[in-house]
């Protein structure tokens, strides 16, 4: 980060969101992606640091989905790498990933917000299981597949005889008789 200090609610922002930030769950997106891309992490750097200028990215998604990243930039230029990581969001969103599962470049690239990479990653390898063909590892919950029903016309009927306990009941309970406090004499 090229930024000093922050202070007040600025100070309070980053502190939550590094609070966000999943150890675990870091560890199990780089080991998801160090065996699709069949390459390590660079050794002493950090998940973050290791991702910066985009060029895992790409070849993650280009290992998912072959030729969506056409040129990956191996230039050390800041506006380069940004590009790699720019090209991975652009790639990743066609793959099939929600744009509300998405991050913002200065998110990984200034360290802003790991936690939003790392669930981009995550939403990734739960859209991966969908695909056809698709048998390398498992990162994240399974995505719900539709599950559509057929209801008859006396199912339909049927269900609109039932009462739901939603509704309430009170028994036959009025308010007549009810005093709250004092009445009001004239």
């Known amino acids: 980060m090229n930024q000093g200090p922050t ?3 600025s100070a309070k922002v980053a502190q939550k969101l590094q609070g966000k930030r999943d150890p675990q769950k870091e560890a199990e997106a780089q080991a998801w992606i160090e065996e699709l891309i069949g390459e390590k992490f660079p050794g002493g750097v950090a998940y ?3 991702m910066k200028d985009g060029i895992i990215l790409c070849k993650l998604i280009n290992v998912l989905d072959p030729g969506s990243v056409k040129r990956i930039n191996e230039q050390k ?4 790498q940004m590009e790699n ?3 991975f969001l652009t790639a990743v969103q066609a793959y099939g990933v929600p744009a509300s599962d998405l991050f913002q470049t200065v998110d990984l690239y200034e360290r802003r917000n ?3 990479v790392t669930q981009c990653l995550v939403a990734l390898g739960r859209v991966a299981q969908t695909k056809p063909g698709y048998n390398g590892p498992v990162i994240g919950p399974k995505q719900a597949e539709r599950n559509e029903r057929e209801f008859s016309e006396e199912q339909l009927r049927q269900g609109e005889a039932v009462i739901s306990l939603q509704y309430g009941t009170n028994k036959g309970a009025t308010q ?3 005093n709250f406090g004092l009445t009001r004499h004239m």
Request: proline share 5%; hydrophobic share 40%.
């Open 48 to 50: 973050e640091d290791a």
């Open 7 to 9: 202070y007040g609610l």
């Open 114 to 116: 790991i936690s939003a």
């Open 77 to 80: 230029m800041p506006f380069k």
């Open 176 to 178: 007549a008789g009810q």
């Open 85 to 87: 990581v720019g090209n």
